[in-house]
T-cell receptor, first 115, second 112 residues
Framework: KNQVEQSPQSLIILEGKNCTLQ??????????LRWYKQDTGRGPVSLTI?????NTKSNGRYTATLDADTKQSSLHITASQLSDSASYIC??????????????FGIGTKLQVIP | KAGVTQTPRYLIKTRGQQVTLSCSPI?????VSWYQQTPGQGLQFLFE???????NKGNFPGRFSGRQFSNSRSEMNVSTLELGDSALYLC???????????FGPGTRLTVT
């Protein structure tokens, strides 16, 4: 079972609408949780990064929240644009252990914004 | 600063061949990680190099290997290619004092 589960797997929304993507994780404790946006055929680009002590972080129209008690994070996209069509990946970093960085990725949510 | 670059961007190989992929990190970044991405599995960690030393390794067979040079550039090698090795291979670099990773555009490998 993947330690980082994302939902929904895919989502279609109309341009201008808001949406929320979910990330549930079991790995604990962790150093930080990140959301990445990945356009088709490109490498992921970081949107937000939150430490375990933070509960919200914004980057323009993207707002990530973190609830360490329920082990849930969400990414809210406001006033969606066609360029938001991409996969969104949740990543939990367990931090350095003996000099190693342990990272667990969700499979991602594929978002399609239509006109 | 220039971003992470990967070469080649696209590659077609046949089963049984071997392949070498290259990654140049952001200037000053000494850590380079490699990932395999497939539609069903998402991103899977292969290995991380720091100052020419492999620091961590994912759960991949020994056919997957890598190395890092003194200028922090890294190469990944896959020997005896299998159809299942078809994937997007991504590398990411980071500054040793930060968790923030910067990904390259990836190399799309197709094995026929």
């Amino acid at each position: 079972k993947n330690q980082v589960e994302q939902s929904p797997q895919s989502l279609i929304i109309l341009e201008g609408k808001n949406c929320t993507l979910q990330c549930n994780y079991t790995v604990s404790p962790f150093s930080n949780l990140r959301w990445y946006k990945q356009d088709t055929g490109r490498g992921p680009v970081s949107l937000t990064i939150m430490t375990f002590s933070e509960n919200t972080k914004s980057n323009g129209r993207y707002t990530a929240t973190l609830d360490a008690d329920t082990k849930q994070s969400s990414l809210h996209i406001t006033a969606s644009q066609l360029s938001d069509s991409a996969s969104y990946i949740c990543v939990v970093n367990l931090g350095d252990s003996g000099g190693y960085q342990k990272v667990t990725f969700g499979i991602g949510t594929k978002l399609q914004v239509i006109p | 600063k220039a971003g992470v670059t990967q070469t080649p961007r696209y590659l077609i190989k046949t089963r049984g061949q071997q392949v070498t992929l290259s990654c140049s990190p952001i200037s000053g970044h000494r850590s380079v990680s490699w990932y395999q991405q497939t539609p069903g599995q998402g991103l899977q960690f292969l290995f991380e190099y720091f100052s020419e030393t492999q620091r961590n390794k994912g759960n991949f067979p020994g056919r997957f290997s890598g190395r890092q040079f003194s200028n922090s550039r890294s190469e990944m090698n896959v020997s005896t290619l299998e159809l299942g090795d078809s994937a997007l291979y991504l590398c990411a670099s980071r500054d040793s004092g930060s968790y923030e990773q910067y990904f390259g555009p990836g190399t799309r490998l197709t094995v026929t």
